[in-house]
């Protein structure tokens, strides 16, 4: 049987490993001696240069236990990374950030909430369901990687992009990603924003500034077309997500001097996005108004990840009923907040949610997770499992 605190105890031998992306420093080994312990089989996939080698796990327990003969079963899947941010100036910790440490109820780490509570929740989670339930009508899946932090190029999207190959099928997914706010289980995410960023550059003519008409002032022929930008309307949003929003985030142009009228100007900006657009709805009407001004421009877009929804049905409800039973809570479906993995695997599973912990503290100094929502957490993930499982029965 699981030890008493079992989750806390991983918690801690996860967060004693420093993990800055893209090391693992040892955790997906510790993850998958439990979890092989349990008849997972576990295949490590290396990505990415020499210099910025990530590591990615890939670990599956088919239904009816190891020899259930891969008669077909639904797949759930938990999904995380072990990578963290860098901790920042040592000297504003007040424990070192790589020594897990206790104080006024609450355990002290780099990781603690984003998201190694997350991830030993899981482990647990999986060895209780599977000590009452040894031969599951689900069949059981762990993908994580090293990768989540940083680039996000040599991470879950190989993984993703391996198992399309192969043709395996993914039904459900619970991203481990730090959702609630108060208490764990009192928000989840039921999907992401999209998030298309766009590098455009305005061409003009070099000039002396006292003889403008020599030149061609691209900070002056681009402003107006910024101005009408910031006043469109992309979409008027749906009842998971707020409307699509445009923000310009750098402007670059001038040579420093002050007698020079500049040959060009570079402009950043961003797109978050909701499923009522699409990025190629986006780029052909911003481009509309770039045109309409007449502008001489070129322009780069970068899409870092399509939007993704799961509504209410199998996953949304048992997760909810799960949070309901563990804690009292009745959760709030959120789509709010940035971009996390659950854009590359929205795109091979029709359903995805996100849930962890609090999210108050993440990525700060002194992360933090409170010990009394480390037991809830692993709680609502095995109940998850136990609901999935009576469903794949009947």
């Not at 997350?118 to 989670?125: E, G, I, K, M």
């Not at 997914?173 to 730090?178: F, H, K, L, N, S």
């Not at 070099?206 to 469109?232: K, S």
């Not at 040579?255 to 020079?260: D, E, K, L, P, Q």
Request: hydrophobic share 40%; net charge negative.
């Amino acid at each position: 049987m699981p030890l008493r605190n079992a989750t806390l105890h991983l918690t801690e031998e996860l967060l004693a490993r420093s993990s800055v992306t893209p090391l693992d420093a040892g955790c997906q080994d510790l993850i998958r001696s439990r979890l092989s312990a349990l008849g997972f089989a576990c295949e490590t996939l290396e990505s990415g240069p020499a210099d910025f080698r990530v590591s990615n796990l890939w670990a599956k327990r088919s239904a009816g236990g190891p020899d259930g003969g891969g008669a077909p079963a639904k797949t759930l899947v938990f999904a995380g990374h072990t990578d963290v941010v860098p901790t920042g100036p040592l000297a504003q910790w007040d424990s070192a950030p790589f020594s897990p440490s206790h104080r006024d109820g609450r355990l002290y780490g780099r990781g603690a909430s984003d998201m190694k509570t997350s991830l030993a929740a899981f482990v647990v989670a999986i060895e209780e369901f599977l000590v009452d339930t040894p031969t599951p009508a689900l069949s059981i899946a762990l993908l994580l990687t090293s990768d989540e932090e940083g680039p996000a190029v040599d991470g879950t999207v190989v993984v993703c992009k391996t198992l399309t190959a192969r043709g395996e099928v993914v039904d459900y997914c619970i991203v481990g990603e730090p959702t609630s706010v108060e208490r764990t289980g009192d928000m989840i995410k039921n999907g992401r924003r999209g998030t298309m960023s766009g590098k455009l550059t305005v061409k003009g003519v070099q000039g002396h500034i006292a003889y403008p008409h020599m030149a061609d002032n691209p900070i002056h022929r681009v402003m107006p077309a910024l101005a009408e930008l910031v006043t469109v309307r992309w979409d008027e949003g749906n009842a998971y997500f707020p409307p699509t929003s445009w923000q310009v985030s750098n402007m670059h142009g001038g040579t420093g001097a002050s007698n020079v009228i500049p040959g060009e100007v570079v402009i950043d900006f961003n797109f978050r996005f909701c499923t009522e657009s699409t990025p190629e709805s986006l780029q052909t009407r911003l481009c509309a108004v770039l045109d309409r001004h007449g502008l001489n421009y070129d322009l780069a877009w970068t899409i870092g990840g399509l939007p993704f929804l799961t509504p209410p049905g199998t996953l949304v409800d048992a997760v909810r009923d799960a949070i309901r039973d563990e804690t009292g809570l009745e959760t709030q479906l959120s789509t709010t907040g940035g971009t996390s993995d659950g854009r590359f695997l929205a795109q091979i599973c029709p359903q995805v949610i996100e849930l962890g912990p609090p999210n108050a503290t993440i990525h700060k100094i002194n992360e933090y997770v409170a010990l009394a929502d480390i037991e809830p957490l692993k709680n609502i993930y095995r109940r998850v499992l136990e609901r999935l499982h009576r469903q794949a029965q009947a």
